[in-house]
Antibody, heavy 120, light 107 residues
Framework: QVTLRESGPALVKSTQTLTLTCTFS??????????VTWVRQPPGKALEWLALIEWDDDKYYSTSLKTRLTISKDTSKNQVVLTMTNLDPVDTATYYCARKEGYGYALDYWGQGTLVTVSS | DIQMTQSPSTLSASVGDRVTITCRASQSISSWLAWYQQKPGKAPKLLIY???SLESGVPSRFSGSGSGTEFTLTISSLQPDDYATFYCQQYNSYPWTFGQGTKVEIK
């Protein structure tokens, strides 16, 4: 059974750094083709793709946010960590992690999301 | 970045209606397109991947078509459980991008 769960602070202040952890089970990020990604959604707005890490440690980032994002994995702990620097109130959103199983597949399992509010 | 444009933004339909949502990519993405359904307060749910492949467990009233730059999601007979917001997403190249969403409302 595949599950993903996001964890991190619910409230952060402007200019601070946010660290979110995605803890998953039911699959291994060392399996060829496996990926974990982060997506966010500001209240009432659309989904926004943020970053992705592949099984072989290749990493990809949103063009507009790449200077502020870092994604990493700890395969032994079944965790993926997303760090976002220099937060602003516009970064207030629900942050989701999700997995992609391999070539040709899409995001088939998602966490329930974690709401992060950035205060000024 | 590849831009994904959905139309319409909002759609009002009745139970039993046939519903079609369109997604256009700013450049060719071959068939690397997914459709998701999202209900309020919930995570998105994968419906369709590779433009027309139905995800396991998804009702057959959902179907996807298209390739290149134009894609459609069709619900053959709208059911009460289908009222939600639908998003397309391209995964042809990084950075991945989502459409702005189409909200399907009760008429």
């Amino acid at each position: 059974q595949v599950t993903l769960r996001e964890s991190g602070p619910a409230l952060v202040k402007s200019t601070q750094t946010l660290t979110l952890t995605c803890t998953f089970s039911g699959f291994s990020l060392s399996t060829s083709g496996m990926c974990v990604t982060w997506v966010r959604q500001p209240p009432g707005k659309a989904l926004e793709w943020l970053a992705l890490i592949e099984w072989d440690d290749d990493k990809y980032y949103s063009t507009s946010l790449k200077t502020r994002l870092t994604i990493s994995k700890d395969t032994s702990k079944n965790q993926v960590v997303l760090t976002m620097t220099n937060l602003d109130p516009v970064d207030t959103a629900t942050y989701y992690c999700a997995r992609k199983e391999g070539y040709g597949y899409a995001l088939d399992y998602w966490g329930q999301g974690t709401l992060v509010t950035v205060s000024s | 970045d590849i831009q994904m444009t959905q139309s319409p933004s909002t759609l009002s339909a009745s139970v039993g209606d046939r519903v079609t949502i369109t997604c256009r990519a700013s450049q060719s993405i071959s068939s690397w397109l997914a459709w998701y359904q999202q209900k309020p307060g919930k995570a998105p749910k994968l419906l369709i991947y590779k433009a027309s492949s139905l995800e396991s467990g998804v009702p057959s009233r959902f179907s996807g078509s298209g390739s290149g730059t134009e894609f459609t999601l069709t619900i053959s007979s709208l059911q009460p459980d289908d009222y939600a917001t639908f998003y397309c997403q391209q995964y042809n190249s990084y950075p991945w991008t989502f459409g702005q969403g189409t909200k399907v409302e009760i008429k």
